[in-house]
């Protein structure tokens, strides 16, 4: 397995976590958060556990070493998706998407800190390129009132990039999750755990879901077990920073989304803030490509 191999499941996994928000966007709150994530986790298991099969000894796949370690991997996801999903309560899906683009933002830097991982010149201008970028798209996001921002538009964003740092976590931990532990335990252990916290909030009230509800609960579930293993594996074959530019094709898949299910495109400023956004990306990953070309020349 190569590098590439590690880019191509990160794509997928983007494609499959727009799909797994598009499914809670569809909701409209209809049905109360902790259900959804309860859903979102508990069906999750089962593409883990087909893969697990497929793999061999399901038991030998999610056997754990570092139980601590996915206490914090899980700890950092349950996080970020209970914020994510309350900030679509407030913004639109393409909204909390590009929001979602401070993530592998965040995790250029937390790699630097955390997993010491020598990060290049050309990752921090693509980090800054894109902080840049955020900044547009915010500035087209927020609505004003006067001199007033909007409550709810506001309340959303702050809740989109808390999202974004948890999730920013999350991917460190997993990074260094994958020194010891297979990526089935790593999946399906975040699952057990968000699953299982999410069946607390029982007692705040859950409704029976209608048939087009349940439809979207079992698609947030499956797609979400599918995204979780493109992503861990993801990490597996390449390092956090280098695959974080990739997070943002998200936008693609989301303007698609939109379009062909709710007939809405993004603004004008989410266009140019992606821009520059992907500009950095691009510019990361040029760099790569002339740092490890050059260590072939000069080893």
């Not at 796949?61 to 601590?68: A, H, L, M, N, Y």
């Not at 993801?234 to 698609?256: E, G, H, K, N, Q």
């Amino acid at each position: 397995m190569s590098v590439s191999t590690g880019i191509s499941m990160k794509v997928l996994a983007a494609l499959s976590s727009t799909l797994m928000l598009a499914c809670v966007k569809g909701l409209g709150g209809t049905v109360p958060v902790g259900e959804v994530i309860f859903f979102r986790s508990f069906l999750a298991m089962l593409p883990l556990l087909v893969w697990l099969r497929l793999q061999g000894n399901v038991k030998e796949g999610i056997t754990t070493s570092d139980v601590k370690g996915h206490f914090l991997r899980g700890l950092a996801g349950t996080g970020g998706m209970y914020l994510s999903y309350l900030s679509l309560l407030y913004i639109s899906l393409a909204d909390a998407t590009v929001l979602n683009y401070a993530a592998p933002l965040f995790t250029v830097v937390l790699a630097a800190i955390i997993l010491r991982e020598r990060v290049k010149f050309y990752r921090w201008i693509a980090v800054l390129t894109g902080f840049a970028g955020i900044l547009v798209m915010l500035s087209g996001l927020i609505a004003f009132s006067g001199s007033s921002i909007s409550f709810a538009s506001s309340a959303g964003v702050m809740l989109a990039i808390a999202a974004a740092l948890c999730t920013a976590g999350a991917s460190i931990q997993i990074r260094l999750l994958n020194k010891t532990e297979k990526p089935g335990a790593i999946a399906f252990w975040f699952a057990v755990m968000t699953a299982s916290t999410s069946l607390l909030t029982v007692v705040a009230g859950w409704k029976m879901p209608d048939s087009r509800e349940l439809l979207l609960l079992v698609g947030c579930g499956l797609f979400g077990g599918i995204t979780q293993i493109l992503l861990t594996l993801s990490l597996r074959y390449a390092d956090a920073s280098l695959l974080a530019p990739f997070d943002y094709t998200t936008l693609i898949w989301s303007v698609l989304i939109g379009f062909m299910f709710l007939g809405a495109l993004p603004g004008i400023n989410t266009f140019a803030g992606a821009a520059l956004v992907m500009a950095g990306g691009l510019f990361s990953i040029i760099g790569e490509q002339r740092q490890r070309k050059a260590a072939t020349l000069h080893p």
